[in-house]
């Protein structure tokens, strides 16, 4: 066995010495003790000198000490590349020698077997070009590029003019870009289900109490999100690398070793990035301006298009962990290459990609297509962005385009050159052959003269020069499914764009992640940035938020989900609650209005509805919010409900707290609610009477001066009025007696009970002063009940549209019920508590703007719903009638528009939903809600139901409008869905009789406690799901729901 001999004395050298072919010799202590002994050739330091029969150890250098390996770059720094000693020492001190002649003390630099330190882990090189990551900013070997996440631009319902400014200022944005190369890329996230869901549970304040043996909060907010998940719905996202600077050979060499360089000199390391902080600055801004509204990609960005592209075509990952300022290094970016295998086959049409999801293997095919020739395109007047073209595909598609932005200085001549060609082939036809050019050269003759006339004033931004290089990739499980859905990318592009399918897949499949140079230069496009810009990638749907209840989805290019929480405006934007829902007859106003209702008042609301039809009465009877609801059917209700004094509130002190001076401000509001009483009670009793009568100048200066005789303090009633009148006609009024008998008569009739109560007080009975007391409270200032449905059933309304003349006495009562239970709904509004979420629903409202009183009634609620946080929601057939309210218009905030037929009314509708006109969309409105249309044979007829889900377009108050469909398909919803269908259904009336359900006991309404959540079988928190899947969030602590979707 061979022994290997101490290390030198030299605190220096790093270098030991290997033992030849026999042991090492002893050395007797009388040799290593002899005084003048030197180390030479033969000897040791330490060791006496050799004798000539002796073998001694010579230099021999180890395996580690080949030259130029990694340990050279270290020692280059000195002493301080490596770990020091405890035991290093002054090497002059003098300590005691060893027998033998080998010292113990500090004065040599002893090492016993040396340890392998740091070089001998392997080094690592990713397979990717990337370096490194920090932040937004990502560097490969030569490049330095920052990376941002582009704003969503809304396109729909948009003018074309709107539409050519956003094109202009995004090609503005590319401009500023000169002599930079940018990557743009467009991919998709899956909706964040488990993060609306957190929200919306967060967001859901005092929520009603669980009912047992009914639907719960936990499982109607699961069924929700099974639901959502069931949709597999994405959200488009854009991305923009833009290179920042190139990196020279000293910045390479400090990358790589800045593990060191943080140690002993940590400014060193970032001196790269240090640099180059003016100029990311710079990018930042002009990233930033309108049109690209760019912002820095966060950590949580980054890792999400490291995953998206190097995974190309592989299910989204569940979950990407990067936290806030993380940095990737050389070997961190193993986390996004590791696990995933990208190869083609030899000559194969497309690239397979394999990976994992979770721990289960996946394999896709990948089809990649470059962007060919291009046809002139006429954006936006008669053509969709051509980028955003592919989002109607029902399958997700990645782009990848490589844009180098050119200087004016090296297009010029390129431009004169292409000038020179176009006008030759001009003569050609012309002068040569005599005969017209084709349309296509005359249309770029015109160009020529446009870039000649840019060119005599100097490019500008916008006329600046690009060529770049467009990708487009699908993917499928297997080989033929990819192919297929490629088909359909040439087919959706065809004839006017061509799509080219190459060979080398795997290269350009490699092209789609960050920093990967081109594979290859062909089917490079040349044009301008107005033509880049007007692909518009960052077109999307973009309308309502991502806290509130789900609405359904977005139905135009781009599918989305539609949440929309109805006192976001209110609470945050500081804007009016008024919503309008318009729509001819089965549009779907009342299915649209009880779906609203019923998930906002789980989530915490308090809705008053007047429904005089009554099908949303049925919204009480559900197990889940029978404890907590009343059904009033008014023409039933105790005489005097209607009463024109109580139905408009009396205004509460504390509502007034803080104003200057409240005592100020209370009694002003309490004039003025007296004052809505009398102009209130003149409107009813004039309505009430005949046309001929009522349209008199004497008939309302009759009725005018016993209104205020009689006042309007809350606890008087019309019959005041009435007698009022008598005892002016027994002063000398005739005409007050004619009006008297005409009340009398219509008071008589079965439903004026409603307004008239049975008992009367004397009108000679004082009225009290303007501060008397509140009379007997009404029946809905009752607190404990959440949802109130009013309804009229059986109350004859007039024709839409129809003359006043032309009304019945029926008729014309059925009016004035109509206008006195609209003002009784509103009432709930000022008796409950001012920060309290509530709600007002009014059917029928186009009646309200015929009469002053509906008017004022409309306009106070648009006034007031901001400072008493009400959503008040207007259903009417007709956009005109609510637009006939002075200023509705420009209070109202959010909108429903239904299918609508006539045009008159379509452009009344565009003109609520902020909508230009005259640029076609009036006719999209007649097609909304279109009934799918089966192919079938001769002589067959469809009498199938029309149950399609109802579309709308839904504007909501801050920008976003889109054609959106409202959906209420979930499973947990099918009660809901048949409470609220309104098809009438002979078969129906023939079923056996059910027995009558009986509404479980409920809790009160103010108590806080749940019961513990009864979960679905295998619907469990942080449990494994399937592929695709996003995870479940029910209630507010983590951890708790979830599914597989």
């Given at each position: 066995m061979r022994r290997r001999g101490p290390e030198t004395g030299d605190p220096g050298s790093g270098r030991r010495r290997s033992s030849r072919s026999t042991p090492w010799p002893e050395a007797p202590d009388a040799e290593a003790e002899r005084p003048g002994a030197e180390p030479g050739w033969g000897s040791y330091p330490g060791w006496g000198a050799s004798r000539p029969a002796d073998i001694v150890p010579v230099d021999r250098p180890e395996p580690d000490d080949v030259p130029g390996a990694d340990d050279d770059l270290l020692d280059a720094f000195g002493d301080a590349a490596e770990p020091s000693r405890p035991d290093d020492r002054d090497a002059g001190e003098d300590d005691d020698p060893r027998p033998g002649g080998l010292r113990t003390g500090p004065g040599r630099r002893r090492r016993g077997r040396a340890l392998a330190g740091g070089s001998a882990a392997p080094s690592y090189r990713s397979s990717i070009a990337l370096r490194s990551i920090d932040g937004n900013i990502a560097r490969t070997g030569s490049t330095v590029t920052a990376w941002y996440r582009l704003a969503p631009q809304p396109w729909s319902f948009r003018s074309d003019s709107q539409r050519e400014a956003l094109i202009r200022r995004i090609a503005n944005q590319l401009g500023e870009l000169q002599g930079r190369w940018c990557h743009l890329r467009v991919t998709t996230r899956p909706f964040p289900v488990a993060r609306w869901a957190e929200a919306f549970d967060r967001n859901s304040p005092g929520r009603l109490p669980d009912v047992g043996g009914a639907l719960g909060w936990e499982d109607f907010l699961t069924g929700e999100q099974h639901h959502l998940m069931g949709l597999s719905m994405a959200d488009k996202e854009v991305f923009l690398g833009v290179e920042v600077s190139g990196r020279s050979v000293v910045d390479r060499w400090l990358e790589s070793a800045s593990p060191l360089l943080h140690r002993v000199l940590p400014s060193a390391a970032n001196a790269e990035l240090t640099a180059l902080e003016t100029e990311i600055a710079h990018v930042d801004a002009l990233v930033a301006g309108p049109g690209l509204d760019g912002v820095p990609c966060t950590a949580e960005d980054m890792a999400w298009l490291m995953h998206r592209s190097c995974a190309l075509g592989l299910p989204a990952p569940r979950s990407v962990h990067a936290e806030a300022g993380v940095a990737w290094e050389s070997e961190d970016l193993a986390a996004f290459t590791d696990g995933v295998a990208m190869y083609q086959e030899p000559y194969a049409p497309t690239v397979t990609v394999q990976g994992r999801h979770g721990l289960q293997p996946v394999s896709r095919h990948v089809a990649v297509l470059s962007v060919g020739l291009m046809d002139s395109l006429r954006i936006p007047e008669a053509d969709d962005p051509w980028m955003q073209r592919s989002d109607r595909l029902p399958f997700p598609v990645e782009w990848s385009a490589r844009i180098y932005v050119r200087r004016p200085e090296e297009v010029t001549g390129e431009l004169q050159r292409q000038m020179g060609k176009v006008r030759s082939q001009i003569r050609h036809y012309t002068h040569d052959h005599d005969l017209d050019p084709p349309m296509s050269l005359e249309r770029q003759a015109d160009r020529v003269l446009q870039i000649e006339d840019e060119l005599s004033g100097g490019l500008t931004h916008l006329n600046t020069r690009v060529y770049g290089w467009w990708r487009v990739a699908v993917s499928g499980r297997d080989e033929s499914e990819a192919l297929t859905r490629a088909q359909q990318v040439l087919d959706l592009y065809r004839p006017r764009v061509a799509l080219e399918h190459p060979e080398a897949q795997y290269a350009y499949a490699r092209e789609f992640i960050p920093g990967e140079p081109l594979a290859s230069t062909a089917y490079r496009r040349r044009g301008s940035v107005t033509w880049v810009a007007a692909g518009v990638p960052a077109a999307s749907a973009s309308v309502g938020d991502r806290r509130g209840v789900l609405l359904g989805e977005t139905c135009t290019a781009t599918r989305r989900p539609v949440a929309w929480d109805p006192w976001m405006a209110q609470e945050v934007r500081r804007a009016s609650g008024l919503t309008a829902v318009v729509g001819g007859l089965g549009s779907g106003k009342s299915f649209l209005t009880g779906l609203m209702v019923y998930k906002t008042l789980r989530a915490g609301a308090r809705w008053t509805v007047l429904?005089?039809?009554?099908?949303?009465?049925?919204?009480?009877?559900?197990?889940?919010?029978?404890?907590?609801?009343?059904?009033?059917?008014?023409?039933?209700?105790?005489?005097?409900?209607?009463?024109?004094?109580?139905?408009?509130?009396?205004?509460?002190?504390?509502?007034?707290?803080?104003?200057?001076?409240?005592?100020?401000?209370?009694?002003?509001?309490?004039?003025?609610?007296?004052?809505?009483?009398?102009?209130?009670?003149?409107?009813?009793?004039?309505?009430?009477?005949p046309y001929d009568v009522a349209r008199l100048p004497h008939t309302r200066i009759v009725l005018l001066r016993a209104v205020r005789e009689v006042g309007g303090a809350q606890h008087r009633d019309p019959g005041q009025v009435i007698a009022t009148l008598r005892r002016h006609a027994r002063e000398g009024e005739e005409h007050a007696d004619v009006v008297a008998d005409f009340l009398e008569e219509r008071r008589e009739l079965p439903q004026a009970a409603l307004l008239f109560p049975e008992h009367t007080p004397d009108p000679a009975d004082p009225r009290g002063p303007d501060d008397s007391p509140v009379g007997d409270p009404s029946i809905l200032d009752e607190e404990d009940y959440r949802l109130t449905v009013l309804t009229m059933q059986g109350m004859s309304l007039p024709r839409p549209g129809s003359p006043r003349e032309?009304?019945?006495?029926?008729?014309?009562?059925?009016?004035?019920?109509?206008?006195?239970?609209?003002?009784?709904?509103?009432?709930?509004?000022?008796?409950?508590?001012?920060?309290?979420?509530?709600?007002?629903?009014?059917?029928?409202?186009?009646?309200?703007?015929?009469?002053?009183?509906?008017?004022?009634?409309?306009?106070?609620?648009?006034?007031?719903?901001?400072?008493?946080?009400?959503?008040?929601?207007?259903?009417?057939?007709?956009?005109?009638?609510?637009?006939?309210?002075?200023?509705?218009?420009?209070?109202?905030?959010?909108?429903?528009?239904?299918?609508?037929?006539?045009?008159?009314?379509?452009?009344?509708?565009?003109?609520?939903?902020?909508?230009?006109?005259?640029?076609?969309?009036?006719?999209?409105?007649?097609?909304?809600?279109?009934?799918?249309?089966?192919?079938?044979?001769?002589?067959?007829?469809?009498?199938?139901?029309?149950?399609?889900?109802?579309?709308?377009?839904?504007?909501?108050?801050?920008?976003?409008?889109?054609?959106?469909?409202?959906?209420?398909?979930?499973?947990?919803?099918?009660?809901?869905?048949?409470?609220?269908?309104?098809?009438?259904?002979?078969?129906?009336?023939?079923?056996?009789?059910?027995?009558?359900?009986?509404?479980?006991?409920?809790r009160e309404p103010d108590d806080d406690a749940r019961p513990a959540p009864v979960r679905e079988q295998g619907v469990v928190g942080d449990t494994e799901q399937g592929p695709g899947d996003d995870g479940v969030a029910v209630g507010r602590g983590p951890g708790r729901g979830g599914g597989d979707g």
């Open positions: 429904d005089p039809s009554g099908p949303l009465a049925e919204l009480t009877r559900l197990p889940e919010l029978a404890p907590f609801s009343r059904h009033i059917h008014l023409l039933g209700a105790d005489p005097g409900i209607l009463n024109p004094y109580r139905v408009v509130a009396e205004p509460r002190r504390d509502h007034f707290l803080d104003e200057p001076d409240p005592e100020k401000a209370w009694r002003r509001e309490r004039s003025l609610a007296a004052a809505t009483r009398r102009r209130l009670v003149l409107d009813v009793l004039t309505g009430l009477l032309e009304w019945t006495d029926g008729e014309s009562l059925a009016v004035e019920l109509l206008n006195l239970a609209s003002w009784l709904t509103q009432r709930t509004v000022y008796t409950a508590d001012r920060d309290l979420r509530k709600g007002v629903a009014l059917d029928e409202t186009h009646f309200l703007s015929q009469i002053p009183t509906g008017k004022v009634l409309i306009d106070r609620l648009a006034r007031d719903s901001r400072k008493f946080n009400v959503r008040a929601l207007f259903a009417s057939q007709l956009a005109g009638d609510l637009l006939r309210v002075p200023g509705f218009a420009s209070l109202v905030d959010a909108v429903f528009v239904g299918r609508t037929d006539d045009a008159e009314a379509q452009a009344e509708a565009l003109r609520l939903l902020r909508v230009p006109t005259d640029v076609g969309y009036e006719e999209m409105l007649g097609t909304l809600s279109p009934r799918p249309t089966a192919s079938r044979s001769a002589g067959e007829h469809d009498d199938s139901p029309d149950d399609t889900p109802r579309q709308f377009v839904f504007s909501d108050g801050h920008g976003g409008v889109e054609k959106i469909r409202v959906d209420l398909e979930g499973p947990h919803l099918e009660h809901l869905r048949q409470a609220l269908d309104t098809n009438p259904d002979a078969r129906r009336a023939h079923l056996a009789t059910t027995v009558p359900r009986t509404a479980p006991a409920a």
